[in-house]
């Protein structure tokens, strides 16, 4: 390289050292070596600068992972309750069916001088019995001690289910029967429709000129008018711990490197044809081709703001792309790796050798 050794064995700077040693080169690889001082300091400075803000990436996202810890611990509570909450219905619903799926309905004066929970009803829009009248409903009544019973609703007791029927739950069948049920809002708490059917009582219809005899119903407890207020907002807080749960989860894969399947090689890109600039990367893979070792890393264009400009990553590999793998420790390094990877990649040059060279740097946290 054109260096002079002293017969005295005298020690020389080395930065005039250097210099006398490129000033001993030809004019083309005096500008080479140059180019390699310059390109090996802008190195340094890039790596330091993304090392900078890898740290910093790793620090908000510790802040917004703590963050949201805390709101999901805050909606697991309320996620819990709704879940409980929507076994109980589930099972209110089973019980409901099957007691509305015997064939044995009794009536409401074989009923008298107890207290029912209304467990549910079901009805059967447009239909009509062989006289014209509207088909009645069949309630599913339970009291204290006793298994559910289905009973044929009486007009009195038609129209307190429709006073609160938007307050049940419901569901529709494919011969468009709807059944409607009312679980109870808490593990010790009452569904909250009570009944009490009277003894009968007997009106003389002078039009008619008979008797008309009906069991008064009285409403013992009604459901309370801000129950299908607490459910929905249950159900939406539910839905937000579930969206919350999904984007922890993204997060958590965002801000780490993870090993995926390597592409075959048709479906990947050279380095070499990448545009100039930095690259953030969140996927990498390992593979073999023509029996040498090769490693992929999954490029997106990094922005100003640091997130990649798009969502499209590029299964990109190549020489120059090994290498600094390899000077990072090589795929054991990256398997280790608790943060996103930083690239950039340099301009293409022409070797005297009508090569092309580009210099590739990789910085992690």
């Known amino acids: 390289m054109g260096k002079d050794i002293s017969i005295f064995r005298l020690q020389e700077v080395p ?18 070596r140059l180019q390699e001082i310059r390109d090996a300091e802008n190195h340094e400075v890039w790596k330091r600068k993304a090392q900078v803000w890898l740290e910093e990436e790793q620090r908000r996202h510790e802040e917004q992972k703590q963050h949201r810890a805390k709101e999901l611990e805050r909606l697991a509570h309320i996620a819990q309750a709704f879940r409980r909450y929507s076994e109980r219905s589930a099972k209110t619903k089973n019980i409901v069916e099957e007691a509305l799926g015997t064939n044995k309905t009794e009536k409401v004066a074989e009923m008298v001088g107890r207290r029912y929970n209304v467990l549910g009803f079901r009805r059967l829009l447009g239909h009509e019995d062989s006289d014209g009248s509207k088909k009645r409903s069949r309630v599913v009544l339970r009291a204290v001690g006793q298994g559910p019973k289905a009973v044929w609703a009486t007009k009195g007791l038609e129209k307190v289910l429709d006073s609160c029927a938007d307050l049940f739950e ?36 002078r039009k008619n000129d008979c008797e008309i005899a009906w069991n008064p119903i009285r409403v013992v407890a009604a459901p309370e008018a801000k129950r299908l207020p607490i459910l929905q907002l249950l159900a939406k807080r539910a839905q937000e711990h579930q969206t919350a749960e999904t984007e922890q989860q993204e997060a958590e894969n965002n801000a780490k490197l993870q090993e995926t399947t390597a ?90 050798n009508k090569k092309k060279s580009r210099l590739v740097s990789i910085a992690v946290a």
């Open 263 to 352: 592409p075959k090689p048709k479906n990947t890109t050279k380095a070499i044809g990448l545009e100039p600039g930095e690259y953030v990367c969140r996927r990498f893979a390992s593979t073999t081709w023509r029996e040498a070792p090769r490693t992929i890393l999954f490029l997106a264009p990094k922005g100003e703001n640091g997130e990649s400009t798009t969502d499209v990553e590029t299964p990109t590999h190549g020489h120059f792309l090994q290498k600094a793998v390899e000077a990072l420790g090589g795929v054991e390094t990256l398997r280790k790796t608790n943060s996103l990877l930083l690239c950039s990649l340099g301009e293409v040059r022409t070797t005297p």
């Open 15 to 32: 930065e005039i050292a250097e210099a006398r040693a490129i000033s001993t080169l030809s004019t083309r690889n005096r500008e080479k």
């Open 170 to 205: 419901s569901s529709q069948d494919k011969f468009k029967r709807t059944t409607y049920w009312l679980p109870p809002l808490g593990p010790t708490k009452k569904a909250g429709l009570e009944i009490e059917i009277e003894p009968a009582r007997v009106f003389h219809s």
